[in-house]
């Protein structure tokens, strides 16, 4: 398999969390690579020109973390991250959907404000931070996130790459001290060998 991908990228990350937790690292070639230059070998890829994106051994494209990690999930040995069957698939699916769209907040205030020119008010990014500090405490009162760094699903996995790539880009939220819980569960998740090894420089 074949992946297009970029160091900072949560959503690539994510993807290679996943890689990781299913034993599939050896099989992936990274394609690194600069989406933002829309290079001819992305776009014949995606035609979105994002990364990540995935070609399977017998050459079929797939876009979109959330559909890469589903075939990962699938086509990986070891432990299902995201179970199929209710009653397991619910609080995956719960947290899958709150550590997502926190990826897509904290991503939306970097990049409107990598890309807003000098005068623009960067009012979706206001709306957007808000947005990131009501998940923070959404989280923080999760009790089911407290063991969950010991066998984690999908849905987590999701929310500690979204915990860390706030914690990157958004230096000035420090959600540590308003929500010591998240912060000491994010530690133990950092520690998984899934996490260290896709964690950007
Ligand atoms: N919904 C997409 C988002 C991917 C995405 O936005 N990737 C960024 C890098 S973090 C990108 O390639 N942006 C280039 C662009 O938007 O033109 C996914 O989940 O894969």
Not at 48 to 76: M, N, R
Not at 105 to 117: C, D, K, L, Y
Not at 128 to 138: E, F, G, I, K, P
Request: proline share 8%; with cysteine; glycine share 4%.
């Amino acid at each position: 398999m074949k992946l297009y991908l970029n160091k900072t990228s949560p959503y690539a990350r994510l993807v290679m969390v996943v890689a990781h937790e299913k034993a599939l690292t050896e099989t992936i070639e990274c394609v690194w690579t600069d989406p933002w230059a829309s290079p001819a070998e992305l776009l014949a890829v995606n035609p979105y020109a994002k990364v990540p994106a995935l070609v399977t051994d017998d050459g079929q494209p797939i876009v979109e973390s959330a559909c890469i990690c589903d075939y990962l999930d699938e086509t990986g040995s070891g432990r299902r991250l995201f179970p199929r069957e209710l009653p397991q698939r619910l609080p995956a699916l719960r947290k899958y959907g709150l550590g997502r769209a926190l990826i897509d907040v904290a991503f939306g205030v970097t990049i409107e404000r990598r890309f807003a020119a000098p005068d623009h008010k960067p009012a979706l990014a206001e709306r957007w931070l808000a947005a990131v500090n009501r998940a923070l405490d959404v989280l923080e009162h999760d009790g089911t996130l407290s063991r969950s760094h010991e066998a984690p699903d999908l849905g987590d996995l999701a929310i500690a790459v979204g915990l860390s790539y706030a914690e990157f880009r958004l230096p000035e939220v420090r959600w540590r001290a308003s929500a010591p819980r998240l912060a000491q569960w994010l530690d133990r998740m950092a520690l998984r060998p899934s996490m260290r090894l896709s964690a950007p420089e």
